[in-house]
Nanobody
Framework: QVQLVESGGGLVQAGGSLRLSCAAS???????????MGWYRQAPGKQRELVAT???????NYADSVKGRFTISRDSTKNTVYLILNSLKPEDTAVYYC????????????WGQGTQVTVSS
């Protein structure tokens, strides 16, 4: 199994910044076959939505709502993915979940426990 542990959430004023981190640990074999890592978020009363993903090769994908404001990066030597959130807006308030997806999967295989991001106006 693989465990994903997020950190870095918190309360910030609109226009501020945060950095989220997610470290993968557990079975080395299962970590090696992870291709895509990413971040999703879920606001109260809404469905979970994709924020950003990054493949082992460095290909990134962003939701239109965060393009130009959020940056995803990955350190494969540390099995860690990061999300820098800039120019935060109140509508970015949500629980942010880290995800990991193996090469053979079409949806994430693993999820973190979530970290709360709250943006005040």
């Amino acid at each position: 199994q693989v465990q994903l542990v997020e950190s870095g959430g918190g309360l910030v004023q609109a226009g501020g910044s945060l950095r989220l981190s997610c470290a993968a640990s557990g079975s080395l074999f299962r970590i090696i076959i992870i291709n895509t890592m990413g971040w999703y978020r879920q606001a109260p009363g809404k469905q979970r939505e994709l924020v950003a993903t990054i493949t082992r090769g460095g290909e990134t994908n962003y939701a239109d709502s965060v393009k130009g404001r959020f940056t995803i990066s990955r350190d494969s030597t540390k099995n860690t993915v990061y999300l820098i959130l800039n120019s935060l807006k109140p509508e970015d308030t949500a629980v942010y979940y880290c995800s990991a997806q193996t090469f053979s999967a079409t949806i994430p295989d693993y999820w973190g426990q979530g970290t709360q991001v709250t943006v005040s106006s």
